[in-house]
């Protein structure tokens, strides 16, 4: 079975940098059949894809452009988990935080974190 | 603004059928398949369809999803309580390179 479990500091002041992990149970980050995604929701954006890292005998990253210039996803192979960096971040960021497993072929998304609210606030 | 078009809210007595629609364009839902997902209230999304009309394991009969063209929809036919939830559809944009998600329909049982 697999299981996304999710770690992070809930509350980020301005400026700062929001940090986010999820653990894989059940799968590899470097399985070539599936994407490790981040996805956000909030009142005001719903559900947004923020970005991808993927592993097709090489590493690959995806973003989405609202976020391109401040967004980082890396995977950790020695822990079997992906990480999301998202730099110089405003109120408009708070938001709950998903990592999710997308198949390749296929591109479904069926595997979720639990969700990591994220506040930005002084 | 999202991407995929959906209706906020959708309604029905129990044992009824609602159906839940989900615009998109060539560059999403017309060259890609859709993805639905039932979200209740403190968890996180549920896939429920896949593939355009694939149930995922133990969802039941009773739920279904069509595409046809740019535009996709989910039956919920024989309305529980249970059902009482908020839907998303999303697939992948070529154009965006990325996931796409409709704003969400709110399904309330009467």
């Known amino acids: 079975q697999i299981h996304l479990q999710q770690s992070g500091p809930g509350l980020v002041k301005p400026s700062q940098t929001l940090s986010v992990t999820c653990a894989i149970s059940?799968?590899?980050?470097?399985?070539?059949?599936?994407?490790w995604n981040w996805i956000r929701q909030s009142p005001s954006r719903g559900l947004e894809w923020l970005g991808r890292?993927?592993?097709?005998?090489?590493?690959?990253?995806d973003y989405a452009v609202s976020v391109k210039s401040r967004i980082t996803i890396m995977p950790d192979t020695s822990k079997n988990q992906f990480s999301l960096q998202l730099n110089s971040v405003t109120p408009e960021d708070t938001a709950v935080y998903y990592c999710?497993?997308?198949?390749?072929?296929?591109?479904?998304?069926?595997?979720w974190g639990q969700g990591t609210l994220v506040t930005v606030s002084s | 603004q999202s991407v995929l078009t959906q209706p906020p809210s959708a309604s029905g007595s129990p044992g009824q059928r609602v159906t839940i629609s989900c615009s998109g364009s060539?560059?999403?839902?017309?060259?890609?398949?859709v993805n639905w997902f039932q979200q209740l209230p403190g968890t996180a999304p549920k896939l429920l369809i896949y593939?355009?009309?694939q149930r995922t394991s133990g969802v039941p009969e009773r739920f279904s999803g069509s595409k046809s063209g740019t535009s996709a929809s989910l039956a919920i036919s024989g309305l529980q309580s249970e059902d009482e939830a908020d839907y998303y559809c999303?697939?992948?944009?070529?154009?965006?390179?990325?996931?796409?998600f409709g704003a969400g329909t709110k399904v309330t049982v009467l």
């Open positions: 999710a497993r997308v198949t390749h072929p296929g591109r479904i998304v069926d595997y």
């Open positions: 059940g799968d590899s980050v470097s399985s070539n059949s599936a994407a």
């Open positions: 890292t993927y592993y097709r005998s090489k590493w690959y990253n």
């Open positions: 060539s560059s999403n839902i017309g060259s890609d398949t």
């Open positions: 593939s355009n009309d």
């Open positions: 999303a697939a992948w944009d070529d154009s965006l390179k990325g996931y796409v």
